[in-house]
């Protein structure tokens, strides 16, 4: 049977190996896919060990997407962008490429399952940390009228719109600064919610209907989830939505074949 894992630390609160063994099922694919928690210092040995024993490819979450994209000998464009790598295949060559399916899985969650559309509209994100730059790609392809940036730190948010310059622009501001502005769809890329932690963000930035989106997940609505709520957000969601989507793209890669991801949303409702 082909060996699939999902690789981070820590791990056990992973909800991947129950995606894609529903994946399987459904696509009829015989394949095992495990959980394996792997401290940074030991992510190399660990990495070709598994590929050595006959394992096909990994998905890699925090904190260890970077090393992924140090590690393996080929790029796809979208992780090149991402500066990280959160699925890795075995290629016919015995080479490994990388790949990242965060920010299609985003805008697969936005656009398809909550039915939005970016065109045209004011994005705010906040915090530039490796999960904003995963996303901000796709993002600016969603052709939204503005998509501003807020950092604590701001030489980050700077750094971010110099990266993306050739994609489209991003206006990198302080939270102090957003004071002025209004968003039709926030979302969180910060840390903050693993600590039930919320950036510093004023109230009013909402626009009418606007929407609201953590990237995190987690059993009890997030902070910035909540904080959504209380500003009257048309819909202010959590990534589980994301984290199915970016496992069926990475199934996809793997496999060949796209898993509907209609029924696996619901069940983890
Ligand atoms: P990740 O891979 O999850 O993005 P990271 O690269 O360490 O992790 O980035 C964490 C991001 O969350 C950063 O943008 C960080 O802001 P700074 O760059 O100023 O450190 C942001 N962050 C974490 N905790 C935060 C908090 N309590 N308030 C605001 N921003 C926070």
Same mark, same amino acid.
């Given at each position: 049977?082909?060996?699939?894992?999902?690789?981070?630390?820590?791990?056990?609160?992973?909800?991947?190996?129950?995606?894609?063994?529903?994946?399987?099922?459904?696509?009829?694919?015989? =394949?095992?896919?495990?959980?394996?928690?792997?401290?940074?210092?030991?992510?190399?040995?660990?990495?070709?060990?598994?590929?050595?024993?006959?394992?096909?490819?990994?998905?890699?979450?925090?904190?260890?997407?970077?090393?992924?994209?140090?590690?393996?000998?080929?790029?796809?464009?979208?992780?090149?962008?991402?500066?990280?790598?959160?699925?890795?295949?075995?290629?016919?060559?015995?080479?490994?490429?990388?790949?990242?399916?965060?920010?299609?899985?985003?805008?697969?969650?936005?656009?398809v399952n909550l039915g939005l559309s970016l065109e045209g509209?004011?994005?705010?994100?906040?915090?530039?940390?490796?999960?904003?730059?995963?996303?901000?790609?796709?993002? =600016?392809?969603?052709?939204?009228?503005?998509?501003?940036?807020?950092?604590?730190?701001?030489?980050?948010?700077?750094?971010?719109?110099?990266?993306?310059?050739?994609?489209?622009?991003?206006?990198?501001?302080?939270?102090?600064?957003?004071?002025d502005h209004q968003f039709d769809l926030i979302i969180n890329?910060?840390?903050?919610?693993?600590?039930?932690?919320?950036?510093?963000?004023?109230?009013?930035?909402?626009?009418?209907?606007?929407?609201?989106?953590? =990237?995190?997940?987690?059993?009890?609505?997030?902070?910035?989830?909540?904080?959504?709520?209380?500003?009257?957000?048309?819909?202010?969601?959590?990534?589980?939505?994301? =984290?199915?989507?970016?496992?069926?793209?990475?199934?996809?890669?793997?496999?060949?074949?796209?898993?509907?991801?209609?029924?696996?949303?619901?069940?983890?409702?």
């Amino acid at each position: 049977m082909d060996r699939y894992a999902v690789l981070g630390y820590p791990i056990g609160h992973s909800k991947s190996p129950i995606i894609h063994q529903q994946f399987a099922k459904q696509t009829k694919q015989a =394949l095992s896919y495990e959980a394996i928690e792997v401290k940074p210092e030991v992510f190399s040995a660990t990495l070709e060990d598994f590929f050595h024993a006959g394992g096909k490819g990994v998905n890699c979450t925090v904190p260890l997407k970077e090393l992924a994209f140090e590690k393996v000998a080929q790029l796809t464009e979208r992780a090149q962008f991402s500066g990280a790598v959160n699925t890795i295949k075995l290629m016919d060559d015995g080479t490994l490429l990388g790949d990242n399916t965060d920010g299609v899985g985003l805008l697969t969650d936005l656009c398809v399952n909550l039915g939005l559309s970016l065109e045209g509209k004011r994005l705010l994100v906040l915090g530039a940390g490796g999960a904003a730059r995963g996303i901000l790609g796709p993002l =600016l392809g969603a052709k939204p009228s503005a998509l501003f940036l807020a950092n604590r730190t701001a030489s980050k948010a700077e750094a971010m719109e110099a990266l993306f310059a050739s994609v489209g622009h991003i206006t990198p501001t302080s939270y102090e600064a957003l004071s002025d502005h209004q968003f039709d769809l926030i979302i969180n890329a910060t840390s903050a919610s693993l600590n039930d932690a919320l950036p510093a963000i004023n109230a009013g930035l909402l626009a009418a209907n606007g929407v609201c989106y953590d =990237l995190a997940y987690s059993e009890q609505p997030t902070a910035f989830v909540r904080w959504g709520l209380d500003e009257g957000a048309r819909l202010s969601v959590d990534g589980r939505g994301m =984290l199915v989507e970016q496992a069926a793209h990475a199934f996809k890669l793997w496999r060949g074949v796209m898993p509907d991801t209609a029924q696996v949303l619901e069940s983890l409702k």
